[in-house]
């Protein structure tokens, strides 16, 4: 068996999570080869085949790319994935690749802590930068005249979803290219080109790799010439993976299936039982029925993530809450097999209240976990 017999689109998102990206079988070959570290590669006389320079192109990459895009996009050979140093260099080669001095480019006001940064950059560039929050699909309202409109769906931290093929559709009929960061729903959780998107665009630092141990980011596309300037910016601005990361990163996507679902049905349970609390306030998760977000999340979502966002009274209680946990690490990031939680204020870059709290939920046992939350809760209390 090889990766065709799992890129048709039929077969089941933990069948194609364990094959995914796996080359033809060779006789006393690894099923997964190992990393390939290498600066350079034999090249005699012409310059012909992928493989000339490091910078360019990594065997490494090369299988890692193709088993994201099995994910992304199965049964679509049409599509590309690169891979690059982190979520936010994949962010960066979209968006600095695409736009020029004097287009327009709409951003969500909620998304990422990092896009503020960006947009004084783009700014500082001659672009023109729009803000809408992702709710309510308000992006819709600033598209005319945009050349990009970049979707952050569910948004981190606050986790509101938008409409992908909605606003895809919208800023196609306005001639703008669409791209979705993916980093919260996996691409397990969501297939943003499947809903209209030209980029799919994510960290794979976060639950894609689930050890909270590398970082990694990737653009996948459809569109070959915008692929290729994607591709031009990792080139000339070198952002590229470490073979180590590569290969931790394919080893790692052969349990995204069990790890989601055991992660995501755990988070489910974690907000149901905080639902109940009366301290917690602006409880957030897309997967509870009665959230703002579920009734578009259940349309475009196959998974709703591992991510349940909350505010307590006061900062002070959220701090006691956080030094209370025991089963739940005190860090930031979010997506691993180990719970993480925050107390998101704490970061410049979040309009968020002063006890809000941003919890990963992990791999831990649901029972234990959910009494260690309900422990801290009650130990916090004034
Ligand atoms: C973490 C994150 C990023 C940035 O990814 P890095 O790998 O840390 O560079 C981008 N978007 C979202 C939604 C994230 O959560």
């Known amino acids: ?226 692929m290729a300037a994607v591709r031009r910016w990792r080139k000339i601005v070198g952002a590229i993976a470490g073979p180590m990361e590569a290969w931790l990163a394919h080893r790692s996507i052969a349990t995204l299936q069990l790890r989601a679902d055991r992660q995501n049905a755990t988070a489910l349970t974690l907000a149901r039982a905080l639902r109940e609390r009366p301290e917690v306030t602006g409880l957030r998760y897309p997967g509870l029925p009665d959230d703002p977000s579920y009734k578009t999340a259940s349309r475009q979502m196959r998974r709703y993530g591992c991510v349940v966002s909350f505010t307590l009274p006061t900062r002070a209680r959220a701090e006691r809450f956080l030094q209370a946990l025991r089963l739940v690490d005190d860090a930031t990031s979010f997506g691993g097999v180990r719970s993480t939680a925050e107390r998101r204020r704490r970061w410049a870059g979040d309009p968020v209240p002063e006890g809000f709290i941003r919890l990963s939920v992990g791999a831990e046992d649901a029972e234990d976990l959910v009494a260690d939350v309900l422990r801290a809760l009650d130990a916090s209390a004034d």
């Open 1 to 226: 068996m090889s990766d065709s017999a799992t890129d048709d689109g039929r077969t089941g998102d933990g069948t194609r999570a364990v094959r995914a990206g796996l080359p033809e079988p060779v006789k006393h070959e690894p099923t997964l080869p190992g990393p390939v570290f290498a600066a350079h590669f034999h090249l005699p006389g012409e310059v012909t085949g992928p493989y000339a320079y490091g910078r360019d192109d990594n065997p490494t990459w090369t299988l890692l790319e193709q088993a994201i895009g099995e994910l992304e996009a199965p049964g679509q050979d049409c599509v590309e994935t690169l891979v690059f140093a982190s979520g936010m260099a994949a962010i960066s080669a979209v968006l600095f690749s695409q736009l020029r001095a004097g287009d327009a480019v709409v951003l969500p006001s909620d998304g990422y802590q990092v896009l503020p940064m960006v947009r004084a950059q783009l700014e500082a560039y001659g672009i023109e930068v729009r803000t809408a929050p992702t709710g309510d699909d308000a992006q819709l309202e600033v598209l005319d005249g945009a050349n990009l409109l970049w979707i952050e769906s569910p948004s981190n931290p606050g986790l509101d979803v938008c409409d992908i093929r909605r606003l895809a559709e919208a800023a196609h009929a306005r001639g703008a290219l669409v791209a979705v960061d993916n980093t919260l729903a996996t691409p397990l959780g969501q297939r943003p080109l499947e809903l209209g998107a030209d980029f799919a665009v994510a960290s794979g630092t976060k639950q894609l790799t689930g050890h909270g141990d590398i970082l990694l980011g990737y653009v996948a596309g459809h569109d070959a010439e915008a």
